[in-house]
């Protein structure tokens, strides 16, 4: 007998802050920044920004978190599986997403490094130019997932991002193997065309024997795959996925399920930032998946989730998607 469902989707991911703050270029160069540019940082060069950027916006991040937020946004229930240590920005983090509508109880740690964040300078001419700390957020492990959660979850939603270390690696294997053996679907996104380059080996036997529903941009689509076109991959994702979801920028997107193939249009916006589109494109899709709509119509929803967020600087749309979505219609 089957669980009953609590949550339309559960995401898994890195737990980050964005911290954003306007400097101008002598900023950049006083602290050896290279502008435009997005850095990996440790401990103390973290704690070092940090402290130099001063006050700014400080909201909940993290790839998976975004998507997670926007089909809360929607108007799904959504809950979230990330690790935060137990200090400031932790706290910030947990209480900025609960406000957006999401479930997070994943318990604090109280060892380690600190929390994860993402320092954000932007200058006079709109640039961005980001250092990255993972800290506590990369150190997830098995025993920071909640089996119960995500047997109540229609979708276990992982993020390409979080795969770098053996833990989360074996995290992810074991979050698969409890949604499959509770009956519900998993969804990846590939996040970005260097983790793909990274865990090609690791990810080809998971996203053949676990994934259901696959995320990809046509870059790191042709890179999983090892082909030379969209066409290629489409097949590709036609016989390892049951959903495979590949967007082509300005082109929209293509969504394969079996024998169907969608085209799907992107929905038309000046852009201005593209950070985050992506996560947002995936909030959409799950979304529509969820709640029992057309391949279609799912992608649409990703397309309009994107829109959102192309029009303005950073990661989460400025209305609510489900005011958006009823604009639309």
């Given at each position: 007998?089957?669980?009953?469902?609590?949550?339309?989707?559960?995401?898994?991911?890195n737990?980050?802050?964005?911290?954003?703050?306007?400097?101008?270029?002598?900023?950049?160069?006083?602290?050896?920044?290279?502008?435009?540019?997005?850095?990996?940082?440790?401990?103390?060069?973290?704690?070092?920004?940090?402290?130099?950027?001063?006050?700014?916006?400080?909201?909940?991040?993290?790839?998976?978190?975004?998507?997670?937020?926007?089909?809360?946004s929607?108007?799904?229930?959504?809950?979230f599986?990330?690790?935060?240590?137990d200090?400031?920005?932790?706290?910030?983090?947990?209480?900025?997403?609960?406000?957006?509508?999401?479930?997070?109880?994943?318990?604090?740690?109280?060892?380690?490094?600190?929390?994860?964040?993402?320092?954000?300078?932007?200058?006079?001419?709109?640039?961005?130019?980001?250092?990255?700390?993972?800290?506590?957020?990369?150190?997830?492990?098995?025993?920071?997932?909640?089996?119960g959660?995500?047997?109540?979850?229609?979708?276990?939603?992982?993020e390409?991002?979080?795969?770098?270390r053996?833990?989360?690696?074996?995290?992810?294997?074991?979050?698969?193997?409890?949604?499959?053996?509770?009956?519900?679907?998993?969804?990846?996104?590939?996040?970005?065309?260097?983790?793909?380059?990274?865990?090609?080996?690791?990810?080809?036997?998971?996203?053949?024997?676990?994934?259901?529903?696959?995320?990809?941009?046509?870059v790191?689509?042709?890179?999983?795959?090892?082909?030379?076109?969209?066409?290629?991959?489409?097949?590709?994702?036609?016989?390892?996925?049951?959903?495979?979801?590949?967007?082509?920028?300005?082109?929209?997107?293509?969504?394969?399920?079996?024998?169907?193939?969608?085209?799907?249009?992107?929905?038309?916006?000046?852009?201005?930032?593209?950070?985050?589109?992506?996560?947002?494109?995936?909030?959409?899709?799950?979304?529509?998946?969820?709640?029992?709509?057309?391949?279609?119509?799912?992608?649409?929803?990703?397309?309009?989730?994107?829109?959102?967020?192309?029009?303005?600087?950073?990661?989460?749309?400025?209305?609510?998607?489900?005011?958006?979505?009823?604009?639309?219609?």
């Open positions: 007998m089957t669980q009953e469902l609590s949550f339309d989707v559960v995401g898994i991911g737990a980050l802050v964005d911290v954003l703050a306007h400097h101008d270029d002598a900023f950049l160069d006083l602290h050896g920044m290279i502008k435009g540019t997005v850095d990996l940082i440790d401990t103390d060069r973290a704690e070092e920004l940090y402290r130099a950027m001063g006050s700014g916006l400080e909201v909940s991040g993290g790839s998976a978190a975004n998507t997670i937020a926007g089909v809360a929607f108007g799904g229930s959504a809950a599986i990330g690790r935060v240590y200090d400031d920005l932790g706290a910030v983090f947990a209480h900025d997403l609960r406000a957006s509508g999401v479930h997070y109880d994943t318990k604090p740690a109280v060892e380690g490094p600190p929390s994860g964040r993402c320092l954000i300078v932007v200058t006079p001419d709109a640039q961005r130019t980001m250092n990255t700390y993972l800290g506590a957020s990369s150190l997830l492990g098995s025993d920071d997932i909640d089996a959660l995500l047997a109540q979850s229609k979708v276990t939603f992982l390409g991002y979080l795969f770098d053996p833990e989360s690696k074996k995290a992810y294997w074991t979050a698969t193997e409890i949604a499959a053996d509770a009956g519900r679907e998993v969804a990846l996104t590939l996040s970005d065309l260097f983790c793909v380059e990274r865990h090609r080996d690791d990810w080809l036997p998971l996203v053949r024997d676990r994934v259901d529903i696959l995320f990809a941009n046509e790191e689509a042709l890179a999983l795959w090892q082909c030379d076109s969209v066409d290629e991959a489409v097949e590709h994702a036609r016989r390892e996925v049951s959903i495979g979801c590949i967007t082509l920028g300005e082109s929209g997107s293509i969504i394969v399920a079996g024998d169907e193939v969608h085209q799907v249009a992107a929905e038309p916006v000046e852009v201005v930032d593209t950070t985050g589109a992506g996560d947002l494109y995936a909030a959409g899709f799950l979304y529509g998946y969820t709640q029992d709509r057309s391949l279609p119509e799912c992608g649409r929803l990703g397309s309009i989730a994107a829109a959102a967020v192309l029009g303005h600087t950073g990661a989460r749309p400025e209305l609510s998607l489900a005011q958006l979505f009823d604009l639309q219609d």
